[in-house]
């Protein structure tokens, strides 16, 4: 897991009956951590209204324990997935799992441990809105080591869509210095810009001023321009 780009792991494995015996001799386990509203907690420094009505807890780990007889794959679509995945990692958000790692199928695993991808969380990445509307979403990033610049595009609509961006606003959302490389490097005068995208691996090309490129319904792309 951390050797294909993973950062943190929590886990928390205990059984009913050591909550019960946690609640009659919390001094015998100071280290017990349960999950709250998506965060660890020591259980013996709950407050007495949380950690009183025991069979609130009890009916969680027995709710996951039913769940995890009739397992089943997310309700989201693959494009979902991917847009998910996309947001996330444009803006650096931490990335966290709720699932069965073991089980995972290989699209899955190949969308969580996507390197190109993943390395836009790491020091030096920066993300930014460029402009939303209810029908598509577009975001710039860059790498200030470099000043290599990305481009993701959200079709928010519930058909295919052609999204479309123009040059010049990406250059205006990026810092001046990254700003004034992108369009020095694309002349900003109907010369070919080469995009790499990051899911696919496919090369695209648009001409003119302006990033476009078909996505699917609920879906996303996730381009680097090319030097």
């Known amino acids: ?12 494995v205990f059984s009913a009956e050591d909550l019960k015996k946690a609640q009659k001799q919390p001094e015998k386990y100071a280290t017990l951590q349960v999950r709250v509203c998506g965060w660890n907690a020591y259980f013996v420094n709950l407050s007495h209204e949380l950690r ?14 039913l769940l995890n007889k009739d397992e089943r794959i997310t309700n989201f679509t693959k494009a979902e997935q991917v847009t ?23 699209w899955t695993l190949s969308l ?17 809105q460029v402009e939303r509307d209810k029908n598509h979403a577009v975001w710039t990033g860059w790498d200030e080591k470099d000043n290599s610049v990305y ?6 609509g519930e058909e295919d869509s052609n999204i479309s961006i123009a040059l010049s606003d990406i250059v205006n959302a990026l810092p001046l210095q990254v700003g004034a490389a992108l369009a020095e490097r694309c002349n900003v005068d109907n010369s070919e810009i080469e995009l790499k995208e990051l899911w696919t691996k496919e090369m695209e090309y648009c001409t003119g001023e ?8 609920h879906g996303a792309k996730l381009f680097k321009i090319v030097d």
């Open 112 to 128: 969580l441990t996507n390197q190109e991808v993943l390395d836009l969380l790491k020091d030096g990445h920066h993300g930014r």
């Open 1 to 12: 897991y951390f050797d294909k780009g993973g950062f943190a792991m929590h886990g928390n």
């Open 52 to 65: 009183t009505p025991l069979n609130v807890i009890l009916s969680t780990v027995q709710l996951v324990n």
């Open 84 to 106: 998910m995945m996309t947001l996330w990692c444009i803006f650096r958000s931490p990335l966290m799992l709720g699932a069965e790692m073991t089980k995972l199928d290989d």
């Open 210 to 217: 302006a990033v476009y490129s078909m996505v699917e319904s």
């Open 151 to 156: 481009v993701a595009l959200f079709n928010l």
